[in-house]
């Protein structure tokens, strides 16, 4: 069991920056590609990022691409979201997940954190 928790969260303007952050309750952490995901109101939970279990693969959705970054510190059982230039469409509740399988797009979660809501204001 893969226990996560999510912090980092909350309100920002456009053009802003957060770090979301997803400390895993695990020793075999480095063995768990990870992934974020978001959902917004009245919207289907979609992925946005993904790293695999070394890092060395990384996925990002095309709405995120060249803005957010997704890294781990396997050494603190982390993984966090750097979200640049943040826009309004980016407003979300944010969870980490935990995945068997690093899948870039198609990675599959398999154990959730309570997410993180992120409000960006125009």
């Known amino acids: 069991q893969v226990q996560l928790a999510e912090s980092g969260g909350g309100l920002a303007q456009a053009g802003d920056s957060l770090r979301l952050s997803c400390a895993a309750s695990?020793?075999?952490?480095?063995?768990?590609?990870m992934g974020w995901f978001r959902q917004a109101p009245g919207k289907e939970r979609v992925i946005v990022a993904a790293?695999?279990?070394?890092?060395?693969?990384?996925y990002y959705a095309d709405s995120v691409k060249d803005r957010f970054t997704i890294s781990r510190d396997n050494t603190k059982n982390t993984v966090y979201l750097q979200m640049n230039s943040l826009k309004p469409e980016d407003t979300a509740v944010y969870y980490c997940?935990?995945?068997?399988?690093?899948?870039?797009?198609?990675?599959?979660?398999?154990?959730w954190g309570q997410g993180t809501q992120v409000t960006v204001s125009s």
């Open positions: 997940a935990a995945s068997y399988t690093y899948g870039g797009p198609e990675t599959v979660p398999n154990y």
């Open positions: 695990t020793r075999t952490f480095s063995s768990y590609p």
């Open positions: 790293i695999s279990s070394h890092g060395f693969s990384k």
